[in-house]
């Protein structure tokens, strides 16, 4: 890192500072299954890279701007083996099925668990179906932070998935819901294939002290975390627009909710 980039950093770090903000943020995760089979759920981890040694001290690995980037994303595995696809009934309506048949990882209880096709009203274009897999990693802070879960654009797949991976942003420690992954459809000719292991999206997180970095924690499935998310958990089920309830949502927060486990 150049004097320049240094002194940038360290501008922005103590100008943040000044202002009362932290240099690093602590966010809890845990996992909340109902249907059990917590085990597939594999932790968080740091994005890498498993690049040759730079060259050049030009070279983009030890370009700061690049560097920073990529460690303020978390990688979140695949936890399953699956391939769908769709088919059409005699009706000429949409079916969606897995395309292993009887070859599957999942059985169809499994899937049911997971896996759903969102109503045709509900896409947001009619020729491109939406689906939705539970991914219920729950993040969690006790100061302002938002979470951001995006596609996993920093890893290449040679083969691309068929439509793209819908994302999603919310605030932490007013609304720690589980997330899912959703996904839209583009090509229904092509199968989407998920293997186990695999960059399944990304989570990265914004906070007040934007050269802050979050230091990420296997969180305690505490009892005061376990009634919150009880109040939270498919609000959206029930009313629209579920921001409009971040106030009542303060109002009901215990001060404290992250506790790291051990």
Known sequence: MSWEDQFAEGADREEAEARGKSRSVTVGWTVRFPQGGDAIWSPPRPFSRKDPKPASAKSVQVCPAAIDFDRRHFVIPCPIDLTLSFGRQ?????????????????????RANMLMLH????WRHPDRPIIQITAPYVFVADEPAYVVQTAPYLDYFPTPRPGVQMGGRFPIHIWPRPLSWGFEWHDVTKPLVLKRGEPWFYVRFETENPAAHVRLVEQEMTGELEKYLD?????????????????????????????PRG
């Open 231 to 259: 109040s939270i958990v498919d609000v959206s089920n029930y009313v629209n627009k579920t921001y409009s309830m971040f106030g009542e949502a303060r109002r009901i927060r215990p001060d404290r909710l992250l506790k």
């Open 119 to 122: 109503p045709k009203n509900e």
């Open 90 to 110: 005699a009706n000429g309506q949409l079916q969606l099925l897995d395309a292993d048949g009887e070859k599957s990882a999942m059985r169809p209880q499994g």
